[in-house]
């Protein structure tokens, strides 16, 4: 396992409390996130005595025109790229955030806990989101500002925490009950706190803006180590896409570590929380009865309970006069996103997640000779998870092939990237999949008949398609074998090497929402 060097020290948080203080934060939606969720780890009374610290704004307003109660408690989660506070020494050293900040809302994320206490739902906004900016009062002029388009992450800038708020609600339809706001050195203290956290990948990852250098495999993490892994964007061609990815895992993953007991120290806990929730800023109306009561209805959270997503895009590079680069939102799967998110529903599917309880001695691989016609799978296109990445460097390749994928059925990332090394560009398309998930792949082989299968051990149920000059748009969805799929028997569909646990076999599945993936899918394999 690579060496890790100690954990960095950064500055404590003052006790002082000023109106004006600045946040931080990158990535920091993350950190929060796990905030909010880390409570059901057991030793929660420790909640009682933090809550008169907290830092507290009027984010959440009232009027007519918002979305109606769903029974459910559902936060903003915001970071903002501050950094007041932090000398200039440890930003630009040992946490490679130099540079100017801006007055914005850096990291988006809507954590939504079910009314019922025993699941998440985590869905990230990227945050050049090109959406609808409702009429507000400039803070600074107390003028009046007329309605407006523009990217999501300027709303705080525009009109401070309350206009972020709006205009989440109004471009989702989400009801926002509570907002956290949080900043980085938050971030770093709680992974320490929690003795490092492991992440996993199936290739080494190097981003020389934010000094993450990472080796393939599986690696401890402290906490200015975690936070170059969140922060990164110059990872690939997939930029903050591609980062929102890694928070979502790296979130899953601590959910993973806590759900293993890393919390159940009532000490340790106690310390996690204070500093977390002692570097925060919340909304008035989220006081001690609040989270103690989040506390107890979310003791049994896991990352097998929560599903998360990204917001999924039609345009990725839209450029709009006195905005630049922009990203649209795919109309009909945002909508279809937000409602199964107002709607309590898991986003996955109990089916769709599962992992594999152990992989088989051998695998034969899905096609049965050079040239001939990939066999048709049992698994329907909706539980195979799919990663599409550019092989070719013609722009916009990666954008078509996630987009036809998932008119084709399959729960697509919604974030392509460039396929990464250098070299000449690909001619074929190729599959890349982990040789435990030999039924799904199929269904996606059937759909591509052209690609190259190429098996990767332990990259997980999310498949590789890197696109190559020769691809082919997929064939009829009928024909990757989702109709016998939907016809046969649940227990019979599914081979021994993808078969759910007994409880998620026996629940009905609702329909998957394309893109998502549950938090046990993208933590790292036990």
Same mark, same amino acid.
């Given at each position: 396992?690579?060496?890790?060097?100690?954990?960095?020290?950064?500055?404590?948080?003052?006790?002082?409390?000023?109106?004006?203080?600045?946040?931080?934060?990158?990535?920091?939606?993350?950190?929060?996130?796990?905030?909010?969720?880390?409570?059901?780890?057991?030793?929660?009374?420790?909640?009682?005595?933090?809550?008169?610290?907290?830092?507290?704004?009027?984010?959440?307003?009232?009027?007519?025109?918002?979305?109606?109660?769903?029974?459910?408690?559902?936060?903003?989660?915001?970071?903002?790229?501050?950094?007041?506070?932090?000398?200039?020494?440890?930003?630009?050293?040992?946490?490679?955030?130099?540079?100017?900040?801006?007055?914005?809302?850096?990291?988006?994320?809507?954590?939504?806990?079910?009314?019922?206490?025993?699941?998440?739902?985590?869905?990230?906004?990227?945050?050049?989101?090109?959406?609808?900016?409702?009429?507000?009062?400039?803070?600074?002029?107390?003028?009046?500002?007329?309605?407006?388009?523009?990217?999501?992450?300027?709303?705080?800038?525009?009109?401070?925490?309350?206009?972020?708020?709006?205009?989440?609600?109004?471009?989702?339809?989400?009801?926002?009950?509570?907002?956290?706001?949080?900043?980085?050195?938050?971030?770093?203290?709680?992974?320490?706190?929690?003795?490092?956290?492991?992440?996993?990948?199936?290739?080494?990852?190097?981003?020389?803006?934010?000094?993450?250098?990472?080796?393939?495999?599986?690696?401890?993490?402290?906490? #200015?180590?975690?936070?170059?892994?969140?922060?990164?964007?110059?990872?690939?061609?997939?930029?903050?896409?591609?980062?929102?990815?890694?928070?979502?895992?790296?979130?899953?993953?601590?959910?993973?570590?806590?759900?293993?007991?890393?919390?159940?120290?009532?000490?340790?806990?106690?310390?996690?929380?204070?500093?977390?929730?002692?570097?925060?800023?919340?909304?008035?109306?989220?006081?001690?009865?609040?989270?103690?009561?989040?506390?107890?209805?979310?003791?049994?959270?896991?990352?097998?309970?929560?599903?998360?997503?990204?917001?999924?895009?039609?345009?990725?590079?839209?450029?709009?006069?006195?905005?630049?680069?922009?990203?649209?939102?795919?109309?009909?799967?945002?909508?279809?996103?937000?409602?199964?998110?107002?709607?309590?529903?898991?986003?996955?599917?109990?089916?769709?997640?599962?992992?594999?309880? @152990? @992989?088989?001695?051998?695998?034969?691989?899905?096609?049965?000779?050079?040239?001939?016609?990939?066999?048709?799978?049992?698994?329907?296109?909706?539980?195979?998870?799919?990663?599409?990445?550019?092989?070719?460097?013609?722009?916009?390749?990666?954008?078509?092939?996630?987009?036809?994928?998932?008119?084709?059925?399959?729960?697509?990332?919604?974030?392509?990237?460039?396929?990464?090394?250098?070299?000449?560009?690909?001619?074929?398309?190729?599959?890349?999949?982990?040789?435990?998930?030999?039924?799904?792949?199929?269904?996606?082989?059937?759909?591509?008949?052209?690609?190259?299968?190429?098996?990767?051990?332990?990259?997980?149920?999310?498949?590789?398609?890197?696109?190559?000059?020769?691809?082919? #748009?997929? =064939?009829?969805?009928?024909?990757?074998?989702?109709?016998?799929?939907?016809?046969?028997?649940?227990?019979?569909?599914?081979?021994?090497?993808?078969?759910?646990?007994?409880?998620?076999?026996?629940?009905?599945?609702?329909?998957?929402?394309?893109?998502?993936?549950?938090?046990? =899918?993208?933590?790292?394999?036990?």
């Amino acid at each position: 396992m690579p060496h890790q060097r100690p954990p960095v020290r950064l500055p404590a948080p003052t006790g002082e409390r000023r109106s004006g203080r600045r946040r931080r934060g990158r990535w920091a939606a993350g950190a929060l996130s796990f905030a909010v969720l880390a409570t059901s780890c057991g030793g929660w009374a420790v909640l009682n005595g933090v809550g008169s610290s907290l830092d507290r704004v009027d984010a959440i307003g009232g009027g007519p025109g918002r979305p109606s109660d769903d029974g459910a408690a559902t936060f903003l989660v915001v970071g903002t790229d501050e950094r007041a506070g932090i000398p200039e020494a440890t930003l630009k050293d040992v946490l490679h955030a130099g540079g100017e900040s801006c007055h914005c809302t850096d990291t988006m994320m809507v954590v939504q806990l079910s009314a019922d206490g025993g699941r998440a739902t985590v869905v990230s906004v990227p945050r050049d989101s090109y959406v609808d900016i409702p009429a507000h009062q400039d803070p600074a002029t107390g003028r009046q500002v007329a309605a407006s388009k523009g990217k999501i992450n300027a709303a705080y800038g525009m009109g401070g925490a309350p206009l972020a708020v709006r205009t989440v609600e109004q471009n989702t339809g989400l009801r926002i009950d509570h907002y956290v706001e949080v900043n980085f050195l938050a971030f770093v203290s709680t992974v320490d706190a929690l003795g490092g956290v492991e992440v996993c990948t199936a290739k080494p990852l190097r981003d020389d803006y934010s000094g993450l250098d990472l080796p393939a495999g599986t690696t401890r993490l402290d906490g #200015a180590g975690a936070l170059r892994y969140v922060r990164a964007r110059h990872v690939d061609g997939s930029a903050d896409l591609g980062r929102m990815r890694r928070q979502q895992e790296f979130l899953a993953q601590l959910l993973h570590r806590a759900a293993g007991g890393a919390l159940l120290d009532p000490a340790k806990l106690s310390g996690v929380l204070d500093t977390v929730l002692r570097s925060v800023k919340v909304d008035k109306g989220l006081g001690n009865a609040e989270l103690l009561d989040f506390a107890g209805r979310l003791k049994d959270l896991s990352a097998s309970n929560a599903d998360f997503a990204t917001v999924p895009l039609s345009e990725v590079d839209h450029q709009v006069p006195g905005w630049g680069s922009t990203v649209l939102w795919d109309e009909k799967g945002a909508a279809a996103l937000f409602e199964a998110v107002r709607a309590g529903r898991p986003l996955t599917g109990a089916a769709a997640s599962a992992a594999p309880a @152990a @992989a088989p001695a051998a695998v034969p691989p899905p096609v049965t000779a050079a040239g001939a016609p990939p066999v048709a799978g049992t698994i329907p296109p909706e539980q195979v998870r799919v990663q599409v990445l550019n092989g070719t460097g013609v722009q916009g390749l990666g954008s078509r092939v996630d987009a036809e994928l998932r008119r084709a059925g399959f729960a697509t990332t919604g974030t392509p990237s460039n396929a990464p090394g250098g070299g000449s560009a690909a001619t074929r398309t190729v599959i890349r999949y982990d040789p435990r998930w030999d039924e799904s792949v199929k269904t996606l082989a059937a759909a591509l008949p052209d690609a190259e299968l190429v098996p990767v051990p332990n990259l997980g149920p999310t498949f590789q398609v890197v696109a190559g000059s020769a691809y082919r #748009a997929p =064939a009829d969805p009928a024909a990757t074998g989702a109709s016998a799929a939907a016809s046969a028997p649940a227990a019979s569909a599914v081979p021994v090497a993808e078969q759910p646990g007994p409880t998620a076999a026996a629940t009905p599945t609702a329909a998957a929402v394309a893109g998502a993936a549950n938090g046990s =899918a993208i933590s790292c394999p036990s």
